[in-house]
């Protein structure tokens, strides 16, 4: 599919279709959360699935595999979800629970005691300093400088990095820059990995990724390049690996209903 298929909003029951159609081999359907199933909301806890995706998602779990791949903690996305027949990868791909409640690690995290002692030695430097903020993630640690003056950030972030590099060379675990952020986070983790893992468990299914976010697009990328569909969502064109784009959440549900309704035809 080229670019063009990108530039303009797919209709959710051609793709439907089109999925279907693509060989005998049944979907493996993976789904990202937050503005892909559910609307994106002021703030996480607000963010609920509205009634239209979560009936689609239970169909199409009734007759085809279908995960939820999100960055959110496990628990929560149980309690969002645990009912609807789905498989479950939470944590950007640390964590993957089995509809009947197994739950298999698919990245080991850094061990728990250098991080405690890394969340120390992180207080201790930048306590006292302005606008640094370390997030506790559990399974890793994040330090943003968003916030944080451009010479500071000059004098002191080695410092940051220095430390979070001899905790990955004790603990285990990635040192990973991103955007006013770097942080130390499970090595092996991260959706792309985690949609491998869901393809290779799934022989003979087609993947189809369907996700909105920057951290959805190694994921996106992945299920392109083993046969399968990377679905965008997004309102405006953009760059992306995904070769299919729906505009908002509610086509989404479209497809999901579209796909169930296929599949219960045979
Ligand atoms: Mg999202």
Redesign the pocket.
Known sequence: MSDAAVADPADPTDLAARILAAGARPPLVVL?????LSPIAPTPDAATLPAAARTAVAALAARTEVVVLSGRGLDDLVDRLGDLGVAIVAEHGLRLRHPDGTIEALATPPDATVLARLRTDLGSLLGHRPGWLVEDKGVGLAVHHRLVPADDVAAVLPLVRDLLSAAARTGGGTVQDGHAVVELRAAGAGKGAALRHLAAAAPGRTPVMV???RT?EPALAAAEELGGVGVLVATAPRPTAASVRLPDPDAVAALLAALADRLSRG
């Not at 990202?32 to 892909?36: A, I, V």
């Open positions: 990202d959360h937050d503005g892909t996700g909105d976010d959805d």
